[in-house]
């Protein structure tokens, strides 16, 4: 499978522990981002990468939240001392950058659900 | 970011045409117009994307008014397997999303 692959699928964390997702984007594709989605609503944007360089932050994503994408290919999302609000679904997506020129696909994995009880 | 307008759910038959309406009165000149889906549990699948002139695919058509605020995802025969929320979305260097439209239907 060549698709962007994500993991864990699933995890269930106590409130207060720290838990760290992984991306592993398509292999040609120098974008990669990340999205959060929780019940009943769209994907919220929380950052991108541009090879190893992180381009935009979003608001959404406070001093807990750290991703990094060292090597400018696999990425971590680490969330530290979960609250119950950080329960949702983590989606990782990559793509070439998005222009006339280049691919205006973005390919999204099958996300990583999290729930802080 | 520009933002879209989109109806909150749709209702089909199967094997009939389906249009679904975005509008986008604040588009900028270099916003593409993207249309993504979302099966329950999945992440977005990507569907069609244009910038100023229709576009077809395998899986759909794009039609875009002429002054760019709006415009219409058509899937020409629905199937069961269409029924998602369908995203459109402006993209300029990321795809900021709205709610969607959720599509069912009908057998």
């Known amino acids: 499978d060549t698709g962007v692959s994500q993991n864990p699928r699933h995890k269930i964390t106590k409130r207060g522990q720290n838990v760290t997702f992984r991306c592993d984007p398509i292999?040609?594709?120098?974008?990669l981002y990340w999205y959060r989605q929780t019940l009943g609503q769209g994907p919220e944007f929380l950052t991108y990468?541009?090879?190893?360089?992180?381009?935009?932050k979003s608001r959404l994503l406070s001093d807990r939240f750290s991703a990094e994408r060292p090597k400018g290919s696999f990425s971590t999302l680490e969330i530290q001392r979960t609250e119950q609000g950080d329960s949702a679904m983590y989606l990782c997506?990559?793509?070439?950058?998005?222009?006339?020129?280049?691919?205006?696909?973005?390919?999204f994995g099958e996300g990583s659900w999290l729930t802080v009880v | 970011d520009a933002k879209t307008t989109q109806p909150n759910s749709m209702e089909s038959n199967e094997e009939e045409p389906v249009h679904l309406p975005c509008n986008h009165s604040t588009i900028s000149g270099t916003d593409y117009i993207h249309w993504y889906r979302q099966l329950p549990s999945q992440g977005p699948e990507y569907v069609i994307h244009?910038?100023?002139s229709n576009v077809n695919n395998r899986m759909a058509s794009l039609a875009i008014a002429e002054d760019r605020k709006s415009s219409t995802l058509i899937l020409h025969r629905a199937t069961l397997r269409d029924a998602a929320v369908y995203y459109c979305i402006l993209a300029n260097s990321k795809l900021t999303f709205g709610k969607g439209i959720t599509l069912s239907v009908r057998p």
């Open positions: 292999s040609e594709h120098n974008r």
């Open positions: 997506a990559s793509s070439l950058p998005l222009g006339r020129r280049s691919g205006n696909t973005i390919y």
């Open positions: 244009g910038l100023t």
């Open positions: 990468f541009q090879n190893e360089a992180q381009l935009e």
